[in-house]
């Protein structure tokens, strides 16, 4: 079902999805990100091998928009007769060029925020490092999103520096999808460890 609650009590289809890209080693998914038939060896394979540590993330920067400039995730509204994953697979195809199969999108937020005109969905998307080569901003659909490849150490430091965006930060540690070391989560827009 696609509609949610909104406080008025009344059924809504409005929101947006923002997608949490995660990177892991080629070899290290039991789904081929591209949508490509996997032949049986390489689907036993992938079967018995666990998921890994992500090696990094998938974030874009809008530099069209105002500064500061934040990273971000891709993400956008949703369009007439979308699904939340629909609306994640169009989204994250126009700001990264990645053109994923619905299989790697998982959803890591059931209840969705309110955003006073619209629900904000989370999902996370696994990829292997491979399809890194495929980002670009090039699709109809950009914005002027510029996408990035953007290692955990680099992740560390993008938060130290207060350069992600607070909200999209906030619901990543609130949801447990990031680590962060004691020393970058103190001074990241206010949070204190718990």
């Not at 928009?65 to 609306?87: F, N, R």
């Amino acid at each position: 079902m696609n509609r949610f609650i909104a406080d008025n009590g009344r059924p809504d289809d409005t929101w947006s999805v923002i997608a949490f890209i995660r990177v892991f080693p080629n070899g290290a998914l039991s789904v081929d990100p591209i949508g490509r038939e996997l032949t049986e060896e390489e689907a036993a394979a992938k079967a018995v091998r666990p998921k890994r540590i992500p090696l990094g993330y998938v974030f874009v920067i809008d530099y069209c928009k105002s500064q500061p400039w934040y990273y971000k995730m891709p993400g956008g509204k949703k369009h007439d007769d979308e699904t939340v994953l629909t609306t994640g697979v169009r989204e994250i195809y126009g700001e990264t060029g990645l053109a994923l199969s619905p299989e790697t999108h998982h959803y890591q937020y059931e209840g969705a925020v309110w955003r006073g005109r619209f629900w904000n969905v989370l999902v996370s998307v696994d990829v292997e490092e491979n399809v890194l080569s495929l980002l670009n901003s090039e699709h109809h659909e950009n914005e002027g999103e510029v996408p990035k490849y953007v290692s955990v150490d680099e992740f560390h430091r993008i938060m130290a520096d207060q350069g992600f965006l607070p909200s999209q930060y906030h619901r990543l540690y609130e949801k447990g999808l990031i680590i962060v070391p004691p020393d970058t989560h103190e001074g990241m827009n206010g949070l204190t460890r718990p």
